[in-house]
């Protein structure tokens, strides 16, 4: 199953422009993760937001968190063309064997040049 | 930081054989690991999760008998495809969490073709 939606499901833009993506979810979480794929690739992990934090920055990229409204938004600015790639979120979930991360449905951002 | 390593990367075998998906937690202990399954252009489905000392959880529509998870140590899980066919040719990948509330690591990722 999957817990989270993130919109648009691609987007393009050119080099210098900003990329934002949102993601929805469904359940309570305690923190909520992106992470990065570059096609045929790993995951590479961003950054971490948790339930009670609103809003985080690590370089480029800058997560909100709005748990009333179960979603997040993940802000890439002055945007290059490494980072084309699948941008994915991820919400902990609680399962029968503990908490597994369950991931959205990703969106593909390709940055040209 | 920590470390999971996913071997091998790369995997091609034929129709009917079987294929074991070893994922190891290098730096850390792990008694609880997860195994997803990726097709391509879509997103990460959570297929089992795999716990050191007993039976892995799977989710709903995974068959266990195909996929055979065994987490023999805490650093250790491995997926065996079983019987393998050409519909389950995808990139598996398995994750571990290091610590309560915090970032899962993941492995490299296997892409497995079956011919």
């Known amino acids: 199953s999957q817990q989270g939606e993130e919109d648009p499901q691609a987007l393009s833009i050119q080099e210098g422009e900003n990329a934002t993506m949102n993601c929805s979810y469904k359940t309570s979480i305690n923190n909520l993760q992106w992470y990065r794929q570059n096609s045929g690739r790993g995951l590479v992990h961003l950054i971490l937001?948790?339930?009670?934090?609103r809003e985080k920055h690590s370089g480029r990229l800058r997560v909100t968190l709005d748990t009333s409204k179960k979603s997040s938004s993940l802000l890439i600015t002055a945007s290059r063309a490494a980072d084309t790639a699948s941008y994915f979120c991820?919400?902990?979930?609680?399962?029968?064997?503990?908490?597994?991360?369950?991931f959205g449905k990703g969106t593909t951002l390709s940055v040209s040049s | 930081g920590a470390v999971v390593s996913q071997h091998p990367s790369r995997v091609i075998c034929k129709s009917g054989t079987s294929v074991k998906i070893e994922c190891r937690s290098l730096?850390?202990?792990?008694?609880?690991m997860f195994w997803y399954r990726q097709f391509p252009k879509q997103s990460l489905m959570l297929m089992a999760t795999s716990n050191e000392g007993s039976k892995a959880t799977y989710e709903q529509g995974v068959e266990k008998d195909k996929f055979l998870i065994n987490h023999a140590s805490l650093t250790l899980s491995t997926l065996t495809v079983t019987s393998a066919h050409p519909e389950d040719s995808s990139f598996y990948i398995c994750?571990?969490?290091?610590?309560?509330?915090?970032?899962?690591?993941f492995g490299q990722g296997t892409r497995l073709t079956v011919v």
């Open positions: 991820a919400t902990d979930a609680k399962y029968q064997a503990g908490t597994a991360l369950i």
């Open positions: 730096d850390f202990q792990a008694t609880t």
């Open positions: 937001i948790r339930s009670n934090e």
């Open positions: 994750s571990a969490f290091h610590g309560m509330n915090t970032e899962a690591f």
